[in-house]
């Protein structure tokens, strides 16, 4: 059974440029949820997606955007990129957006913006 | 809103010995959970272990169990008998009881395990 898949896993772009993530959630899963990982620090949250829509945001500009499509994939676009969205994004699936567990995360796509 | 604090960025253990991981919260919360999560150079945030805010007793999973302290707003993190696996970047993490709600993360604790 496959888990969270998430393409590319590396990718390098220049600034502001604009740039498209993926992800796959586990097989039974309906929500998806994004995280922002800078170099050294923990996870932040930017968005959340259940049945396509977007359900809740974090404090990330409007420059970054998701869409989630019918078979409950996902994906995340940054516009006007800059230094700073250099990190690793990381998707999360779930069954629902239930608090407790059953959160499933990816290995994440590795952004460089040089 | 809610804040997550690990105090120590990084900690080294003997292999087979005991470590423990800190970590305090900020919340106002009475319904939340708490989790601690393993994200190894593979780069996969791993779920370590769970405990729900309600309940009293320590969760423990084979090597590893917590020290939940709700009135100190403190959950530490046990590693027992420690492995070259256990090696890692450790997050605690905080999620509300409310429907919808996303983890808030604590900024990790890198773990070396001695052989």
Known sequence: ?114 | AQTVTQSQPEMSVQEAETVTLSCTYDTSESDYYLFWYKQPPSRQMILVIRQEAYKQQNATENRFSVNFQKAAKSFSLKISDSQLGDAAMYFCAYRSGNYGQNFVFGPGTRLSVLP
Not at chain 1, 47 to 56: D, G, I, L, P, V
Not at chain 1, 66 to 94: I, R, T, W
């Open chain 1, 1 to 114: 059974d496959a888990g969270v898949t998430q393409s590319p896993t590396h990718l390098i772009k220049t600034r502001g440029q604009q740039v498209t993530l993926r992800c796959s959630p586990k097989s039974g899963h309906d929500t998806v949820s994004w995280y922002q990982q800078a170099l050294g620090q923990g996870p932040q949250f930017i968005f959340q997606y259940y049945e396509e829509e977007e359900r809740q945001r974090g404090n990330f500009p409007d420059r970054f955007s998701g869409h989630q499509f019918p078979n409950y994939s996902s994906e995340l676009n940054v516009n006007a990129l800059l230094l700073g969205d250099s990190a690793l994004y990381l998707c999360a699936s779930s069954l629902g957006a239930g608090p407790g567990y059953g959160y499933t995360f990816g290995s994440g796509t590795r952004l460089t913006v040089v």
